[in-house]
């Protein structure tokens, strides 16, 4: 054994060994979870306060969507997280049927509140840890916190893969910087879609589903307008 150790060591002496570049390890990943079905794992976390109520109805009308999209690619376990209210933020357990969380949307109302971004980003982060979600898509149209803090979080989430993709309703500056920045901090993607026209968030949820259990290779090959807008915020 001594012997055969030294023939390997001889051989490779004076030789510099090439290791594999991140991207290549990513689309290695990639590729394997495109050609072996996958499962993924997505928060879905909305903005429920009362200036809400449009988006959260066309959001219950369009969740099942999600599931149906990557039914190819493998299964798709999404956790549903909102706020509202007076310091109330809420999670679901992981659902992977469109007609259970189709329900649980319903039964939730609307309540006046100021937005708790923080909160999210910081369920995401526990989730991260314990159940390796990798996706989390938010929908909102405000942001009243202070950025540096949530930029923080953010930082902490990149370090735990999770990408954040901030979809935002409408042109508020504020929304639109802060989602920006928090989405460049993970690798993420901000995209803005207005309410009056439902297929762009239809579009956009189609290709947060397929990111999430397909990866960036799977939303490449897929022709969608919502895919095309991901990855051209992505890069």
């Known amino acids: 054994m001594a012997d ?10 004076g030789k510099v060994i ?16 495109l050609s072996v079905p996958g499962q993924g794992k997505l928060i879905f976390a ?22 149906s999209e990557t039914a190819k690619l493998g299964t798709l376990d999404i956790q549903l997280v909102y706020y509202r209210g007076f310091r109330e ?6 659902i992977r049927d469109s007609a259970t969380l189709g329900a649980m949307m319903e039964g939730i109302c609307v309540a006046g509140g100021q937005t708790q971004i923080k909160k999210i980003l910081k369920h995401a982060k526990r989730v991260a840890k314990k159940d390796r979600a ?22 902490q989430l990149a370090l ?30 901000h995209c803005v879609f207005d309410s009056n026209s439902p297929g762009e968030l239809r579009e956009l949820l ?24 991901l990855l051209g915020y992505n890069r």
């Open 18 to 33: 090439s290791r594999s570049s991140g991207t290549d390890i990513d689309n290695f990943i990639d590729a394997v979870r």
């Open 206 to 229: 189609h290709a947060a589903a397929i990111y999430a259990v397909g990866g960036k290779v799977a939303l490449e090959n897929s022709r969608s307008s919502g895919a095309t807008k």
């Open 89 to 94: 933020c809420r999670s679901s357990r992981w």
């Open 134 to 155: 990798s996706i989390l898509v938010f929908v909102g149209d405000a942001m009243e916190e202070s950025l540096d803090q949530l930029a923080h979080i953010a930082g």
């Open 160 to 189: 735990l893969n999770m990408k954040l993709l901030m979809f935002q309703e409408g042109e508020d500056a504020q929304a639109h910087s802060a989602f920006a920045e928090l989405a460049r901090i993970t690798d993420g993607a």
């Open 4 to 13: 055969r150790n030294r023939e390997v060591i001889a051989k490779t002496a």
């Open 46 to 67: 909305l903005d429920a306060t009362m200036s809400r109520q449009p988006t959260w109805d066309l959001a219950c009308k369009l969740q099942s969507e999600m599931f």
